[in-house]
Every structure is written in C-alpha cells, then in structure tokens.
C-alpha cells in the first residue's frame, strides 16, 4: 500500500542538484565555468597544481573582490582575486589569479559548489526573497543578520551579521534543525574560523571548537558558542572578536545532515591499514576528516580529481599547498561511505576522535527505502 511507503521528498535522491565538484582550467583572462545544475550560493575555489590560497565566494557577501582563505586569518578582500557573477550553471571570474592563471604549465582548479537560498534580495529563503530579516523570519535572536541564503531542503545556510560584543548574543540560522556543521569567519578583520561540529566530543561538543586554518586539537572554550548548543532556530555567540567582537562583521556557514544529501559524523581511528569505516548512507563526492583530539590538517577528498580507490590525492582547507600525486593518507570510498586504508595519523590514530563532513554523490537509497 503506497500509505505505508515514505514520502518521496524525505530523501534528495539527486544530490548534483545542490552540490558538485568542477575541474576546471584557467586560460589568465576572463573565464565562465559551466557544468552545474544550479546557481551556487557558496564556491569554494583551489589550484591543484599551485601553492595559491584557497578561495571563498558567497552570494550573501556578493561579487568582486570578497574571497575569504580558509588557510589564512585575513578578512575579506586581502587578496585581488574575485568573482565576476553567480551564474545558473555556474560562475565568471575575470583575468590571472590564483584560480584564474595558467602560470608556467596547466594549472587546473577545483571549484566545490553548494546551492543556497538564491540571491535576488537581501534575505533568500528556498528561492523567495525577502527585504528585512522581519519579513523572512530570522529576527528571533538578538543580533538580527544583515543577510542571508537559506535552503531548508539541503540543511545549508549563510548568515552575515555585525558583532555586538555580549556574551550569550544569538543570531537566527533559519535552517529549522538544529546545526551540525558551523564555520564563522570574521569579515572585517584578522582572526580565525572558527569551527563546532555535533560530534567534536560525545557529551558536550558545544564546549569545544578547532580552527579550519590551523592544525591544533580541539579547544574547550566558551569564546566560539558560549558552551550552549545551538537549536533549531538560533546559534549562541561569544563574546571573542573571532565570532562576535563589537561591530566587527562575519559570514556564519550552517549545515544539518539530510538523508542521502550530507553527513556529518564521526569515527574512531584504529592505526591500522585495515581502518575504520564511517557510515554516510551514500557514496560519498566531497568529504572532509579532521582529527580533533591531536589535532592535523583538515583533508579534503573528491571523486572529481581522484574517481578511483585508493583515493590519495587530498588538499587541505589549512594549507596553500598543491594536490599531492600519492599521498601517505588514504581512502576507499565506497557505495554508503568510505573507509579508511592508511595509518596515518592524519587520517587515523588509534583511539582518536575524527570529525567529518560529506556531501553524496549518489544515494544509498531510493525515496522507496530500496
């Protein structure tokens, strides 16, 4: 009886619809990148084969020279390199940049891509723009955002907002789950990203964050959300110039899991070749592992630049450096997940906590539950 069957929209069964990983080849003069089946919201942008920074675009923060480096402290802007326009399918940049040069031989990029809440006004939720955080419903907190991309189907939303310097200050989300996955980055100013995953520690993770630039372990500090979890509707601020200095401004990236879409979970390193498997219910396009106990980079791996096991080839949202060709950290990366086939510490100590972050290329399961 097709009452007792789920309902078909509580898995997103076609994920290139709101994440996708380009490869892409710069030619030093004005350039358009295709291949989406959407508008992004979010680029994130990095040269394989140059030690050039990495590079965040955001439609809420706009176009022109905004990028943000996640292996740096700077605030917006510090470097020239910019972003032309958000295009359905895609994106512009203009002449040679760190994403944009050949440089001495080919310099391929790649370019992760998620679809936000649109961009046609101030505030965007699931395509509707609204003019004032009142009319969108994001005022509930005591810091309202200056704007914001919303999308409730894929968990994912970027919130900018101005700092007020209090302690226990609460800013909306607009995602209407709880988050997951959070990254806030000052906008005006030099500091660092600062980084909440769910299960950066088994009872209390709204304790603890670590920094996407460096590499240390884990911090038990109240300065990132105040040691109080976020809910459903709100993020709790410090009071700390990263996060929430007065009048300082900052972009906040907000995830929560969906079923067949995103994961953002955990596991146990064993030191072993034959490492542990982290269940995402789907085979994975784009993932990110970072030890938080010992602390190390932050790996990033993806079918585009590396289709086959064993996948070796990670970049680092903490360094400059380019895509290494067999690299000592390694993963199979399977139909529900991924598993881990070096000892490296890295990637997998025995007994030390890891966090991920992993976005699907096809799902585990049909809406159908086959």
């Known amino acids: 009886c097709t009452k007792n069957l789920p309902k078909p929209d509580t898995i997103i069964t076609k994920p290139q619809r709101f994440f996708e990983t380009l490869l892409y080849t710069p030619n030093s003069s004005s350039l358009t990148v295709d291949g989406l089946e959407f508008t992004p919201d979010l680029i994130w942008l990095k040269s394989r084969t140059q030690g050039y920074r990495h590079y965040w675009f955001d439609s809420v923060r706009g176009t022109g020279q905004k990028a943000l480096s996640s292996n740096q402290q700077s ?30 031989g080919t310099n391929g990029v790649v370019a992760w891509c998620w679809k936000g809440g649109g961009s046609s006004s101030t505030y965007n939720i699931d395509g509707t723009g609204h003019t004032t955080a009142s009319a969108a419903g994001l005022d509930g907190g005591t810091i309202d955002p200056t704007g914001a991309s919303i999308n409730t189907e894929t ?23 709880k988050p997951e996955w959070i990254i806030i980055k000052c906008r005006s100013n030099t500091d660092n990203w600062m980084v909440y995953h769910h299960e950066i520690d088994a009872s209390s993770p709204e304790d603890y964050y670590f920094e996407l630039n460096a590499t240390g372990q884990r911090v038990n500090s109240t300065i990132m959300l105040n040691d109080t979890a976020p809910t459903s509707t709100l993020v709790t601020l410090g009071s700390d110039n990263s996060v929430n200095g007065s009048s300082r401004t900052y972009v906040m990236y907000c995830w929560t899991g969906i079923p067949g879409y995103s994961k953002f979970g955990s596991y146990e390193g064993n030191g072993s070749t034959n490492g542990p498997y982290a269940d995402c219910g789907f085979s994975p396009r784009w993932f990110m592992t970072r030890r938080v106990e010992g602390g190390s980079n932050a790996y990033i791996w993806d079918t585009a ?17 380019s895509e290494p060709a067999n690299y000592d950290n390694y993963f199979d990366i399977l139909s529900n997940g991924f598993k881990s086939r070096s000892s490296n510490a890295g990637t997998n100590s025995n007994d030390d906590r890891y966090v991920f972050m992993a976005f699907a290329e096809q799902p585990g399961i049909t809406p159908f539950d086959t």
Not at 306 to 317: D, I, K, R, T
């Open 75 to 104: 605030g917006e802007g510090d470097d020239a390199g910019s972003i032309t326009s958000f295009n359905r399918g895609g994106f512009s940049v203009p002449g040679a940049t760190g994403f944009n040069d050949n440089g001495s």
């Open 155 to 177: 968990g994912f939303s970027i919130i900018a907002y101005t700092g007020n310097g209090t302690a226990g200050a609460t800013v909306a989300h607009g995602l209407g789950k």
């Open 305 to 321: 630049r590396e289709p086959n096991n064993l996948n070796n080839s990670p970049l680092q949202a903490n360094d400059a450096g």
